[in-house]
């Protein structure tokens, strides 16, 4: 995935405060990374493919309950692709995990606001 340092950035410096972060933005970079995964990668297991597909398929509506609802799914699936416990650089499912823990920080920050 091209995005590879982009995205190992955003979760190196996901606790620093940002201002101008968008939902909309942010979910939708991660349901393409999904999409994208899911068309390079066949062989992952039916789980993990459907927890992708989840993403990768999930409506966008004024309050994301939908797109954030797969996020919290993700994210309960993401200590076993723990960036740090990998060496560099991240294989691309390890990039969308990160992407989806980052995204996922971000708007659980900003929904207990």
């Known amino acids: 995935m091209s995005l590879g340092k982009e995205i190992t950035d955003i979760d190196e ?3 620093i405060p940002e201002d101008n972060l968008k939902i909309d933005t ?3 970079a991660n ?3 999904a999409q994208y995964f899911i068309s390079q990668n066949h062989n992952v297991s039916p789980e993990l493919r459907s927890l992708l597909s989840n993403l990768a398929n999930a409506t966008s509506s004024s309050d994301h309950f939908l797109e954030l609802d797969t996020i919290i799914q993700m994210a309960d699936h993401t200590d076993a692709y723990d960036s740090a416990q990998h060496t ?3 294989d ?3 990039l969308v995990f990160s992407l989806t823990r980052s995204v996922y920080h971000y ?3 900003s929904i207990m606001l």
Do not use: G, I, N, Q
């Open 26 to 28: 942010m979910l939708t």
């Open 88 to 90: 560099s650089p991240m």
């Open 13 to 15: 410096y996901k606790f």
């Open 107 to 109: 708007t659980s920050c």
């Open 31 to 33: 349901r393409l990374a």
């Open 92 to 94: 691309d499912l390890e």
